[in-house]
């Protein structure tokens, strides 16, 4: 929600650069520092059907962003972008990913924890009516707040979006996944990314592009690819690992990896 939220006023404010790089970058946090810490508080086991569709599902998402965005490089046209037609293919995946979903959902014979406090409904309806007010608010102030600093720093609204905006967006993953983490619960914790990360593709740049066509430049590119690398690291650190498990050395280097991206996009302004 707080990715959509940014997105929705990023786009219908023009500000292409922002709701594009934070997607981008909320997907490169996602796996590279979120998982990597979690990975770091407690080892990772990824169940046998997380390794070889969700995680392989957040790849192709990422390559077909990488297809849908370089028309200028494969169609040799003048203009590179995610258009409303884009905008519906995504949205038809989203459906399709959904459908999965629930059939995971129905067939899975796991046993859910009941623990859950429950509220009214007026209790709720109020909560629900409250948080999304709050969700309003702060994606408007994100969002002008991110051009604020790009204007006083001089860097590109795509860098604040990539950096500042994409890991304030994605804190509420961070807590899920690193609490998920420390109570031993790896399937929430990576579930959690992987989930988002597809969301953030099919759902949140389908429903921003049919708002606006989003331009993407070379640069966009370069982020795209580091998302694919991300995703692909993933799957790879899940394959080979024994057990399918992440351990905390692999925590630590995708922590580095990051750093190391973030550094890159500062020094190449």
Request: aromatic letters at 10%.
């Amino acid at each position: 929600m707080p990715e959509l939220i940014v997105n929705l006023f990023a786009s219908a404010g023009g500000n292409t650069d922002i709701a594009i790089g934070n997607i981008l970058g909320s997907n490169i946090s996602n796996i590279l520092l979120i998982l990597g810490i979690s990975a770091m508080i407690y080892p990772l086991a990824a169940k046998k059907n997380t390794v070889w569709k969700e995680i392989p599902l957040s790849l192709l998402a990422a390559i077909i962003l990488g297809v849908m965005a370089n028309d200028m490089l494969i169609d040799d046209v003048g203009f590179s972008g995610l258009t409303k037609i884009d905008g519906i293919i995504l949205i038809a995946f989203f459906i399709i990913f959904l459908y999965y979903t629930f059939g995971i959902a129905k067939i899975s014979e796991e046993s859910s924890e009941t623990n859950i406090k429950k509220f009214g409904n007026l209790k709720s309806a109020l909560f629900i009516v409250c948080g999304l007010v709050g969700l309003a608010l702060g994606g408007k102030w994100i969002v002008d707040g991110a051009v604020k600093i790009a204007e006083l720093f001089n860097v590109s609204q795509s860098l604040v979006g990539l950096t500042i905006v994409a890991v304030g967006t994605s804190l509420p993953e961070l807590a899920t996944s690193a609490i998920a983490a420390y109570k031993k619960q790896a399937d929430i914790a990576i579930g959690n990314i992987v989930g988002s990360n597809i969301f953030n593709i099919f759902w949140i740049l389908g429903i921003s592009s049919i708002i606006r066509p989003l331009p993407f430049n070379m640069n966009s590119t370069v982020d795209i690819l580091m998302t694919v690398f991300a995703s692909l690291m993933l799957f790879i650190i899940m394959f080979i690992s024994k057990k399918h498990t992440m351990e905390r050395w692999h925590g630590a280097l995708m922590v580095v990896v990051y750093i190391g991206y973030v550094y890159f996009l500062i020094i190449s302004q």
